[in-house]
């Protein structure tokens, strides 16, 4: 396997795509790590991503922005992007990734992969380096929905070392592979099939849900009427906690120092500002202001207040469904710097993963089937909190109509 560059590894540099961890070691290797050497894996290697996992494209990675093996020049997505276009494209067997807003399944849906966010407290994050420690979840990526439930099984679990871990028992993933959807009920969000989507897209993602039907599931209209506000409250929660989690970068115990300082003051500013890129001191600007005295209230707070509702319009929609399917991203690929200068239409192609991080629950991106152009495109499941089995079991019952399984991009 081959892992991005957020994990914590004590046999290789672990620089979250930034200059200023650029020759950083870890003294320990993170939960995951530990588990995966525990069943005998080989580790390749690290892999590009956006910096401290910032972006949609990996566009932000301080060492080179990796191509969509699908179409060289185009995004592999982001932030986990060096995952799914490694995955994609047959240079390792599986990876792991992180997501806070979608960076495991937006990738995984570019470049025509499985990528599962599992339930926030079912994996450990004990040495992912923390993005928005309220969002952040590791989770796998891999070729199909097998893979995905073995993996699964490996990392997932209670770990005294992370305080949000869950003891809930870890299931054989696998037994729920099982063929047919007889009795499942899956909900499709109007709110994710708005303005914006790609016709192609939802060709797509509606042929996977007639085949979700074909296998026996029952298709209903659910809900989930706070979808608009996910961008915003997500742009406030996330860079407040950002902006705490990065304040430890500071030059003194690790990491890039400036060494022309000559104040402690100009040490700590001359060091960030010459370690972190322009996405990341955005994104601390953001948060250090949304976390101030005088504000906290009017954002950080009243953005809360807001992550409730979506909270329970899931909570509302998962008393009527087993899932809810829906695109993972508005449209296919992009090209590299296609969209370098509208940060905000990056922003709003989270829309459809960001919602899962918020409420705290499981989502998956399953490959259902490709643009006129050759694009993947990818299927998003969600479910409720801790079952992730009804994820893989759905998934795995496209996997077996869709016909897309096993295929690969031609590298030249
Ligand atoms: N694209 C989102 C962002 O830029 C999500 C990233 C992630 O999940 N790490 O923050």
């Not at 950002?242 to 001359?270: C, F, K, P, T």
Request: aromatic share 8%; net charge neutral.
């Amino acid at each position: 396997l081959a892992i991005k560059d957020v994990l914590c590894t004590s046999t290789m540099p672990t620089t979250c795509g930034s200059r200023i961890l650029e020759h950083f070691v870890p003294p320990y290797d993170a939960t995951v790590i530990e588990k995966l050497h525990n069943e005998g894996a080989v580790l390749l290697g690290k892999l590009a991503m956006d910096e401290f996992a910032m972006g949609s494209t990996s566009e932000n990675c301080a060492f080179g922005t990796p191509n969509n093996p699908w179409r060289p020049g185009y995004v592999a997505g982001g932030s986990s992007g060096g995952s799914a276009a490694c995955v994609a494209a047959d240079q390792c067997l599986a990876s792991l990734g992180s997501d806070t807003g979608g960076s495991i399944r937006q990738p995984a849906s570019l470049c025509g992969i499985v990528g599962m966010k599992p339930t926030y407290g079912r994996v450990s994050r004990y040495g992912l380096v923390a993005f928005a420690s309220s969002l952040d979840q590791i989770g796998p990526m891999t070729k199909d929905v097998r893979d995905c439930a073995l993996l699964m099984k490996v990392i997932s679990g209670r770990d005294p070392r992370d305080a949000t871990s869950s003891p809930k028992p870890v299931p054989d993933y696998s037994a729920a592979l099982r063929e047919g959807l007889k009795g499942v009920r899956v909900g499709v969000p109007t709110e994710y099939f708005g303005a914006g989507l790609d016709p192609e897209v939802e060709q797509v993602v509606r042929g996977a849900i007639a085949m979700l039907a074909d296998a026996g599931a029952e298709i209903i209209k659910v809900s989930l009427p706070h979808t608009e506000y996910c961008v915003a409250v997500y742009y406030l929660i996330a860079p407040a906690e950002a902006s705490s989690n990065l304040a430890r970068y500071d030059g003194v115990r690790y990491g890039y120092r400036d060494m022309q300082a000559e104040s402690l003051l100009d040490m700590y500013r001359q060091s960030r500002s010459a370690g972190f890129g322009n996405e990341v001191k955005k994104r601390i600007l953001i948060g250090t202001y949304a976390l101030s005295a005088g504000y906290y209230d009017a954002y950080y707070k009243k953005a809360s207040q807001v992550r409730t509702l979506i909270r329970e319009d899931f909570a509302r929609a998962f008393a009527s469904c087993d899932l809810i399917a829906s695109p993972v991203t508005p449209t296919p690929a992009w090209r590299i710097g296609e969209k370098g200068d509208d940060p905000l239409a990056l922003y709003l192609s989270d829309i459809l993963t960001i919602s899962a991080n918020l409420a705290g629950i499981p989502g998956m991106s399953v490959p259902a089937g490709f643009s006129s152009g050759g694009l993947p495109i990818g299927l998003q499941l969600q479910a409720a909190h801790f079952n992730e089995e009804i994820l893989l079991r759905a998934a795995w019952n496209l996997e077996q109509r869709a016909g897309v399984r096993g295929r690969r991009p031609e590298l030249g």
